[in-house]
């Protein structure tokens, strides 16, 4: 729906703008203001002077002073033109119309006419309160253009100007010479004026779009550094929940190696070999993939990572669970993988690989620490099928279930951590997570992520 005049107007002048337009630098601006002002105090002056010593001031009683005086008193306000724009104009204007009245020509000298576009042009442009702007640029205009209707009502110095050309006699063009005359000091004057109040509107909606795009420019910083920020702190909670299932499981099977190990030494000491070679397998992965794990902290690019530390594993997915349930570490633990169409689980991206396996990993990690269970079970479900019941899962789900036979062991609750960063990385692939104790006995962590849709 198109703005009606009046509102295309007050909104280009920003009646109701959230906008007050001041000096980026208020000192050095009104330091500026006070030297212009001055310099143009002291031009008006000498310019007076140049047209009275020229003939153009008409012979009267004025002292010469009382001349200087008007012409000084017409400039001199805008030594404070920006911080008072709309006073600074009333009193520049109210100069023009009492002078202009009184001693015309003076107020007809160029140096006050730049003075009087300056004056309009910055109320324009930099007064704070645009109600009040219109208002008193309205009534100095409405003052401007009956100061010179009355002129030209009551002085005959056009009509003598037509008779000393001697145009009254054979007009030259198409209007007659007086009536040229009239429209010509009036298509002047508008264009004075008005071009005075739209160069100061154009600089004024120039300076809120800057602040405008500024302001933007800012907000944008803020997000960018806040997104900055997030990007970091969701890095250092991946980064811990890698760090407490590496150690974890890999703490848990060594301890419960060491320990069975250190039984064995004592009644059959060839047996013990065989915990002894699962704590160093178990020790060594735990190595690299805490080396995995700190070159992914560390701020340098790929090559001298690799003259660094040299060949960083690939991080674990859904393929490597069998490498977990077949560790021996005196849990009996079985695996079954059920794919839907076959081949599916090739198809699970690699985030959500790895957090699969991280989750069966810290699984496997409680039951060895947590509970009594001496078998527990693993399956693996990638169904591609969509779910009806639930909109998550249009593209199909990849699941991992982990469950024993056990009960919690006394004095062994450990800090809850493991199942904070089972969660969170649920909640990061905006899935499901079951986690607690079985009606039949045991225990069971369920963790099902939505597959993306597949494109058609």
Same mark, same amino acid.
């Given at each position: 729906?198109?703005?009606?005049?009046?509102?295309?107007?007050?909104?280009?002048?920003?009646?109701?703008?959230?906008?007050?337009?001041?000096?980026?630098?208020?000192?050095? *601006?009104?330091?500026?203001?006070?030297? !212009?002002?001055? +310099? /143009? @105090? =002291?031009?008006? &002056? %000498?310019? $007076?002077?140049?047209?009275?010593?020229?003939?153009?001031?008409?012979?009267?009683?004025?002292?010469?002073?009382?001349?200087?005086?008007?012409?000084?008193?017409?400039?001199?306000?805008?030594?404070?033109?920006?911080?008072?724009?709309?006073?600074?104009? *009333?009193?520049?204007?109210?100069?023009? !119309?009492?002078? +202009? /009245? @009184? =001693?015309?020509? &003076? %107020?007809? $000298?160029?140096?006050?006419?730049?003075?009087?576009?300056?004056?309009?042009?910055?109320?324009?442009?930099?007064?704070?309160?645009?109600?009040?702007?219109?208002?008193?640029?309205?009534?100095?205009?409405?003052?401007?253009?009956?100061?010179?209707?009355?002129?030209?009502?009551?002085?005959?110095?056009?009509?003598?100007?037509?008779?000393?050309?001697?145009?009254?006699?054979?007009?030259?063009?198409?209007?007659?010479?007086?009536?040229?005359?009239?429209?010509?000091?009036?298509?002047?004057?508008?264009?004075?004026?008005?071009?005075?109040?739209?160069?100061?509107?154009?600089?004024?909606?120039?300076?809120?779009?800057?602040?405008?795009?500024?302001?933007?420019?800012?907000?944008?910083?803020?997000?960018?550094?806040?997104?900055?920020?997030?990007?970091?702190?969701?890095?250092?909670?991946?980064?811990?929940?890698?760090?407490?299932?590496?150690?974890?499981?890999?703490?848990?099977?060594?301890?419960?190696?060491?320990?069975?190990?250190?039984?064995?030494?004592?009644?059959?000491?060839?047996?013990?070999?065989?915990?002894?070679?699962?704590?160093?397998?178990?020790?060594?992965?735990?190595?690299?993939?805490?080396?995995?794990?700190?070159?992914?902290?560390?701020?340098?690019?790929?090559?001298?990572?690799?003259?660094?530390?040299?060949?960083?594993?690939?991080?674990?997915?859904?393929?490597?669970?069998?490498?977990?349930?077949?560790?021996?570490?005196?849990?009996?633990?079985?695996?079954?993988?059920?794919?839907?169409?076959?081949?599916?689980?090739?198809?699970?991206?690699?985030?959500?690989?790895?957090?699969?396996?991280?989750?069966?990993?810290?699984?496997?990690?409680?039951?060895?620490?947590?509970?009594?269970?001496?078998?527990?079970?693993?399956?693996?479900?990638?169904?591609?099928?969509?779910?009806?019941?639930?909109?998550?899962?249009?593209?199909?789900?990849?699941?991992?279930?982990?469950?024993?036979?056990?009960?919690?062991?006394?004095?062994?609750?450990?800090?809850?951590?493991?199942?904070?960063?089972?969660?969170?990385?649920?909640?990061?692939?905006?899935?499901?997570?079951?986690?607690?104790?079985?009606?039949?006995?045991?225990?069971?962590?369920?963790?099902?992520?939505?597959?993306?849709?597949?494109?058609?």
């Amino acid at each position: 729906m198109r703005a009606r005049p009046a509102e295309a107007v007050a909104d280009w002048f920003g009646v109701d703008a959230d906008f007050e337009r001041r000096p980026a630098d208020p000192a050095t *601006a009104y330091r500026r203001d006070v030297w !212009l002002g001055l +310099g /143009l @105090t =002291v031009l008006a &002056v %000498a310019g $007076t002077e140049l047209s009275r010593s020229a003939g153009y001031l008409p012979d009267d009683s004025r002292p010469t002073w009382v001349l200087y005086l008007l012409s000084a008193v017409g400039a001199l306000p805008l030594v404070v033109r920006r911080r008072y724009p709309l006073t600074v104009l *009333a009193v520049v204007y109210a100069h023009f !119309l009492l002078v +202009g /009245l @009184t =001693v015309p020509v &003076v %107020a007809m $000298t160029q140096v006050l006419q730049v003075v009087y576009f300056m004056t309009l042009y910055t109320a324009v442009a930099w007064a704070r309160d645009r109600r009040a702007m219109l208002i008193v640029v309205g009534a100095s205009l409405a003052a401007m253009f009956g100061w010179l209707f009355w002129q030209m009502a009551v002085s005959s110095g056009m009509h003598h100007y037509v008779e000393e050309q001697g145009l009254l006699d054979d007009p030259p063009g198409l209007l007659s010479p007086l009536g040229a005359a009239v429209v010509q000091t009036w298509l002047t004057n508008i264009a004075y004026f008005f071009g005075a109040i739209a160069v100061g509107q154009f600089a004024w909606n120039g300076a809120r779009r800057r602040t405008q795009l500024a302001a933007q420019a800012a907000t944008i910083e803020r997000q960018a550094a806040e997104l900055e920020r997030r990007a970091v702190v969701t890095e250092r909670l991946r980064i811990a929940r890698e760090l407490h299932d590496v150690v974890a499981h890999h703490v848990s099977v060594i301890g419960i190696q060491a320990a069975a190990a250190r039984r064995l030494l004592a009644k059959d000491p060839a047996a013990a070999g065989a915990p002894l070679a699962t704590i160093e397998t178990a020790s060594r992965d735990a190595v690299e993939q805490m080396r995995g794990l700190v070159g992914t902290l560390r701020d340098i690019g790929d090559d001298e990572a690799h003259a660094v530390d040299g060949d960083r594993s690939p991080e674990p997915g859904v393929a490597d669970i069998a490498r977990l349930v077949a560790a021996d570490d005196g849990l009996d633990v079985t695996y079954a993988v059920v794919a839907e169409p076959p081949g599916a689980v090739a198809a699970v991206p690699g985030p959500m690989g790895v957090s699969l396996y991280r989750s069966t990993q810290e699984a496997l990690a409680n039951v060895r620490r947590h509970s009594t269970a001496r078998s527990a079970g693993v399956t693996v479900r990638v169904d591609r099928r969509r779910v009806d019941d639930d909109a998550r899962f249009a593209g199909g789900f990849a699941e991992i279930e982990v469950v024993d036979d056990g009960r919690a062991r006394p004095g062994t609750s450990g800090t809850g951590l493991g199942l904070v960063g089972i969660r969170e990385r649920v909640a990061t692939h905006h899935g499901i997570a079951e986690i607690g104790p079985r009606v039949t006995g045991g225990y069971r962590v369920r963790v099902r992520l939505p597959l993306p849709q597949e494109e058609s």
